[in-house]
Nanobody
Framework: QLVESGGGLVQAGGSLSLSCVVSGRLFSSYAMAWFRRVPEKEREFVASINLSGVNTAYADSVKGRYTISRDNAKNTVNLEMKALQPEDTAVYYC??????????????????WGQGTQVTVSS
């Protein structure tokens, strides 16, 4: 089970932190990622992190503003978001896949998903 938290409403230029707690599996054996979706659009890759947390990747649209991290002792993956803009408004989803994904920036590369948390950035 993947449970996201931390979404909410923030003004443009502000910051938010999202967390995803993973239960029912060996967290350290799962690569993790964040995706987001706006209505009538496909789910969009945001960031990914490997098993150890050493390797990360970001979508160009969030690079330099977002930071993904994980705490294997707490079964948690986090997403720190800064300098938020209205176009960052979306439902953010946590995703997991055992060991690693051959398609880390595609939704099809992940096997487990959270229910999503809404992030709204006002102008």
């Amino acid at each position: 089970q993947l449970v996201e938290s931390g979404g909410g409403l923030v003004q443009a230029g502000g910051s938010l932190s999202l967390s995803c707690v993973v239960s029912g599996r060996l967290f350290s054996s799962y690569a993790m990622a964040w995706f987001r979706r706006v209505p009538e659009k496909e789910r969009e890759f945001v960031a990914s992190i490997n098993l150890s947390g050493v390797n990360t990747a970001y979508a160009d649209s969030v690079k330099g503003r977002y930071t993904i991290s994980r705490d294997n002792a707490k079964n948690t993956v986090n997403l720190e978001m800064k300098a938020l803009q209205p176009e960052d408004t979306a439902v953010y989803y946590c995703a997991a896949v055992p060991w690693g994904s051959l398609r880390p920036n595609l939704p099809s590369g992940y096997t487990d998903w959270g229910q999503g948390t809404q992030v709204t950035v006002s102008s």
